[in-house]
């Protein structure tokens, strides 16, 4: 998910919406515990915020897409 704040991007990355993680079903299996039957999903995801130069093109969508795709590559990645 990505938001133009000025001359910054907010990209938002976090597991695609088709692939449910192991730490979802922890946190889903944590709230039928504490009798939160209602919750079927959680996920957790993190923000970058792109802040560009006054001079510099605004990103476009293949370069953000570029970006997530690497971060998810390294948050994927072991240590």
Not at 26 to 36: D, E, F, G, R, Y
Not at 57 to 70: H, I
Request: proline residues 6%; positive net charge; charged residues 15%.
């Amino acid at each position: 998910m990505f938001y133009v704040v000025g001359l910054s991007v907010v990209v938002e990355v976090g597991p695609r919406l088709s692939f449910t993680t192991a730490w979802s079903a922890n946190a889903v299996s944590i709230c039928k515990a504490c009798a939160l039957p209602e919750v079927t999903r959680i996920e957790r995801s993190r923000r970058y915020l792109l802040s560009l130069a006054p001079e510099v093109a605004p990103l476009d969508q293949t370069q953000l897409d570029s970006f997530a795709g690497l971060v998810r590559l390294l948050l994927a990645s072991p240590g």
